[in-house]
């Protein structure tokens, strides 16, 4: 009878708590609405987003959040899912600015460095371009056959100016370092 070997054990590293992580939040515009939430489920309920995910959920990350687990929010890919449709917001029952905490959240993400790729490749595209999709050449030569005018010229000065000031031009630089 052959003897089952069992796999090593990996050591599980417990989840670090963080009391001062909310404050930074909450120091934010409309971050400060993080404290009045009381776990509901409102803005979970009624996320279009959330209806298609299994990961993604809003009062999840607010609670996180509320705890101070920040290693387990900002590199998180399901951070980014929020579409920014303000339904969550809408329908808080405590006026927490759900979205707005959302984006604050993101927003600390960008600043440690956590940024998905497909976000700083939209970012580039924008700094390179003024659009967030790189339009083909033959794109623009089929408009022009079937009589559609031509896609307005982006005043790349200006999109230099924001995104200098957005602080988009990190992201940018990030990405050509890679």
Not at 7 to 16: G, T, Y
Not at 75 to 97: E, G, H, M
Not at 156 to 166: G, K, N, S
């Amino acid at each position: 009878m052959a003897q089952k070997t069992e796999a090593p054990k990996k050591n599980v590293e417990p989840l670090k708590m963080d009391p001062s992580f909310k404050y930074e939040v909450m120091k934010e515009h409309d971050g400060e609405t993080l404290k009045i939430c009381f776990q509901c489920g409102s803005c979970t309920s009624s996320c279009p987003t959330a209806r298609f995910s299994d990961s993604y959920r809003p009062r999840t990350i607010l609670r996180l959040a509320q705890l101070g687990i920040r290693q387990k929010i900002l590199p998180s890919p399901t951070l980014w899912l929020c579409t920014a449709c303000f339904t969550c917001t809408d329908r808080c029952p405590q006026d927490v600015k759900v979205a707005s905490v959302l984006r604050v959240l993101r927003n600390l993400a960008v600043k440690e460095g956590q940024t998905p790729r497909i976000f700083i490749e939209l970012a580039s595209n924008i700094y390179e371009t003024g659009y967030a999709y790189k339009i083909p050449e033959l794109r623009q030569k089929k408009r022009e056959t079937v009589g559609l005018p031509p896609l307005p010229k982006a005043s790349l000065d200006r999109v230099d100016r924001l995104l200098e000031l957005a602080g988009g031009s990190k992201l940018i630089k990030s990405k050509e370092a890679q």
